[in-house]
């Protein structure tokens, strides 16, 4: 590995990283780990990084941060509200072999141990949040939805969702992905066309 | 005098979950176990084959006592409705809530272990099975009438466990009385009941 700028070194670390992480779980990757996967020695990782949490959580931060930059890139492509929010929900549910979400899983059980990887978490998730929230706000604006609370919608439509991408993802559970957007979906619905009666909603986003 | 191996046994189990939630699956050692629950290795050798078994045994007793909770909840008195919305809501964290923190960081290993796999899967195999028992007994009893009761029930815990992760790990979001009424409006939407019935159905 000669040769490389210390932007590239740091790179290289976090891709080794992500790709011990992804055999053994982001909880068991050491820096002893990381230097192997390079065939280097841990004294480079240590040059570059402060501590292994700090590792995780730049690691975590590259690779769960690049599904939110995707999902933003998506939603600013629609053109309504509605298409924005459907965009959105495509972008975020998992499929079952979805490797993002398990690191996710990962980065929730070692939250309570390393404060770099949690304040990661914790940022992306309210930065989920924040562009649910908007997408919903500019809906009220537009008149395409109703909520007096946009914000707290938003909190529930993420949680729904991120409940249903658990039931996926860790228990296995006899639900796919299709399940997952198609009741995501109709919690938006309820949500956020609070006067309209069931049958008119389903009626409305079939012909849409 | 000396206590009976059932109290030492369930000592020790209750010392695994602490370093499961202090350290984490990965760097908990059988010694810090023992250590923990005052007891020797070799005693916990004694009583578990592995540091595997040591960790399936823990959750799976951590496990039985979350069923048995949940079955005194749904076998209780009330209308369904009600029942309903103790089994979801009785179940909701507290903010560093050391029951949650540990199925949070049991999640992350249920690919990577068979045994904790089954453990996981039977719990949230009991609970949905629960629910979806007492929707289709207050169908039975004309509370309401659901047009997928499957549904339904993987819904509502999905709410509520998305809602339970963000209450447990940041502390942020809303507060405990919110997180009650957008399970308990979960409930009255998922049930297509008006706010008035699901009142009547719950006001005991």
């Known amino acids: ?208 | 005098m000396s206590r009976p191996a059932t109290d030492r046994r369930s000592e020790i189990l209750d010392a695994v979950v602490d370093a499961i939630i202090e350290v984490g699956f990965t760097d908990m050692t059988v010694a810090d176990v023992a250590s923990r629950a005052g007891v020797s290795t070799a005693l916990v050798h004694y009583h578990f084959s592995s540091k595997d078994a040591l960790i399936a045994a823990a959750l799976r007793a951590a496990s039985d006592e979350d069923k048995t909770f949940r079955n005194e909840l749904a076998d209780g008195e009330g209308t369904a409705t009600e029942r309903l919305v103790l089994v979801l809501t009785r179940s909701l964290p507290e903010p560093d809530d050391a029951s949650w923190i540990l199925w949070i960081e049991t999640w992350g290993e249920t690919r990577r272990s068979a045994d904790i796999r089954e453990v996981m899967a039977d719990l949230n195999g009991h609970e949905h099975a629960t629910i979806v028992a007492l929707v289709e007994e207050g169908m039975r009893a004309g509370e309401f009438v659901v047009a997928d009761p499957d549904g339904a029930a993987t819904r509502l815990t999905a709410l509520r466990d998305g809602l339970a992760i963000e209450r447990t790990l940041f502390g942020t979001g809303q507060g405990t009385d919110e997180l009650l009424e957008q399970v308990r409006a979960a409930i009255r939407y998922n049930l297509d009941l008006t706010p008035a019935r699901f009142a009547e159905l719950t006001q005991s």
């Open chain 1, 1 to 208: 590995m000669a040769r490389l700028s210390p932007d590239e070194r740091r790179r290289a670390i976090i891709e080794a990283t992500l790709a011990v992480a992804r055999r053994n779980g982001l909880g068991a990757t050491t820096v002893r780990d990381v230097a192997d996967e390079m065939g280097t020695s841990s004294g480079l990782v240590h040059h570059y990084f402060d501590s292994m949490d700090e590792v995780l959580a730049v690691a975590f931060e590259h690779a769960a941060g690049a599904d939110l930059e995707r999902a933003r890139a998506v939603v600013a492509e629609a053109p309504t509200a509605t298409e924005q929010l459907d965009a959105f929900i495509a972008c975020y549910a998992p499929a079952q072999s979805d490797w993002t979400m398990q690191l996710w899983l990962d980065a929730w059980a070692e939250a309570a141990r390393r404060p770099a990887l949690r304040n990661v978490s914790q940022r992306l998730n309210r930065a989920w949040q924040e562009l649910v929230r908007s997408i919903v706000a500019d809906g009220v604006t537009a008149g395409e939805f109703a909520t007096d609370d946009p914000d707290a919608a938003a909190w529930r439509l993420l949680s729904v969702l991120d409940g249903l991408a658990l039931q996926v993802v860790a228990h296995e559970a006899l639900i796919g992905r299709d399940e997952v957007v198609a009741w995501t979906r109709a919690a938006a619905d309820r949500e956020l066309l609070p006067s309209a009666p069931a049958a008119t909603r389903a009626a409305t986003r079939t012909r849409r």
